[in-house]
């Protein structure tokens, strides 16, 4: 593919520009947590487990005024090509993080002091876009947990790939493509709570992955209520 | 850092909070002021390229060190540039000695995620053997004293480091690489530079201090070329931004770099 391109060109998936991979959620997944969730993003299969509001340990690092909201990203050895090591890297750790930035804005934290949330994502298999999926899954499976939210988190990324503006890059796109921008929103406060950024893209064209990834993330949301609502048996309009 | 507010910082974070929203610093600085930016290079001898940044009160040390080693499996033919943070101790009393916790490691990852994605170095000419050798270009970044704002200070002591390191040249024979006393300049194709953008309440402000990140609400870290092309972002901080908070903080950092360009 030429990198002078006519607009809206087929993606190498045949996928639109703007069209999301197929997305599934499924909530309430795991019989030991308090909060579970299931989704394939593409290629991605990821499940995030909820445990708690629970006693911190250790005690020291329990805040008096609220609760503490722990984060772990965790990809599988053979969730990629060639294995990888199970131990945390530097990438995981900082995916942690950004998870937890991304998902705590949307949390009743304040309720709960001294407590803490663990939020666990499981990686099984990657596909691009993993952190994405994490925070779909991470808060639906907080919604299963009972846990009062202000809003759901909903992710996916846009990018530009042989010059074109794209929608939830997937693995190849991901590697081979010019830019990728995660981003995360909360729709009824319209916050963008993840963001990041890496390769190049004018100034133009990255408010436009913003344009784009916002409207990714709304119909993003629209699939996790759906899982929510499936799991607690409700008809449309009920869960509001 | 705005999870470890605890009950002596709230009564700061409302100080500061108010003296911001009155387009005030507590330092007397406007909101889109940089403190006093100094850069001085080739400060260590031992290291083949070194800088070191003051911005303010926080300082930091960059050193560039060449090596040879193991090409990443996917990418056989190509150098790897590897960028690391260490928060010294004596930087701040609330670093400690230990393995390297969240702050440092997204300091050096955000870093490291500029000069990448910028591409500045042309890794295929650092390969020396393909699949076998390759050069490995080392970028260390130190905290000498912490007074906030560390990844734009070390983006900058980072490029001007590696601006003026020498790298030493090699001659390949039957894949017997053998160094010679020669050395070269290094060719950087861009020099990302990084402007980071703080929220406090309602307000937008650059360059925080270590009180001002203590307090934050968020923070966006982009990273630009010289052709105002935006090479990285990161944002942390459990607070959002709405989309016009967005545009204009790529357009703060669209201008605020023209000006930490002039250091380098």
Known sequence: MSKKSKRAKKRYDGRKPDELRPLRIESGVLPNADGSAYIEMGRNKIIVGVFGPREMHPKRLSKPNMATLRCRYHMAPFSVDPRRSPAPSRRDNEISMVMRYALEPAVFLERYPRSVIDVYAEILEADGGTRTACINAASVALVDAGIPMRDLVASCAAGKMDGQLVLDLGDYEDKEGEADVPLAYMPKSEQVTLLQMDGILSQEDFNGCIDMAIEGCKQVYEVQREALKKKYGLEEGEAN | ?264
């Open chain 2, 1 to 264: 850092m705005s999870s470890n507010v605890g009950i002596a910082s709230r009564l700061k974070r409302n100080k500061i909070t108010e003296v911001v929203a009155s387009g005030k610093r507590m330092d007397g600085r406007d909101l889109l002021d940089y403190r006093n930016i100094q850069i001085k290079t080739g400060v260590l001898e031992k290291a083949e390229g070194s800088a070191e940044a003051y911005l303010g009160n926080t300082r930091v040390l960059v050193g560039i060190k060449f090596g040879i080693g193991f090409p990443f499996e996917d990418t056989p033919d190509k150098g790897v540039l590897m960028t690391n943070a260490e928060f010294t101790p004596i930087a701040h009393p609330t670093f400690e000695p230990g393995p390297p916790d969240e702050r440092s490691i997204e300091l050096a990852r955000v870093v490291d995620r500029g000069l990448r994605s910028a591409e500045i170095l042309d890794l295929k000419k650092l390969c020396l053997v393909n699949g076998k050798k390759v050069l490995m270009v080392y970028v260390d970044i130190y905290v000498l004293s912490y007074d906030g704002n560390l990844i734009d200070c070390s983006a900058m002591a980072a490029i001007a480091a590696l601006k003026t390191a020498k790298m030493p040249v090699y001659t390949v024979k039957d894949e017997t690489v053998t160094l010679t006393k020669k050395t070269k300049a290094v060719k950087l194709n861009k020099e990302p530079l990084a402007v980071s953008i703080v929220k406090i309440g309602d307000s937008l402000l650059v360059d925080p201090s270590a009180d001002e990140e203590e307090v934050m609400d968020a923070r966006i870290t982009v990273s630009l070329d010289e052709k105002g092309n935006v090479c990285t972002i990161q944002k942390t901080g459990s607070v959002g931004f709405t989309r016009e908070e967005l545009r204009n903080v790529v357009q703060i950092a669209a201008e605020k770099v023209e000006e930490l360009r002039k250091n380098i």
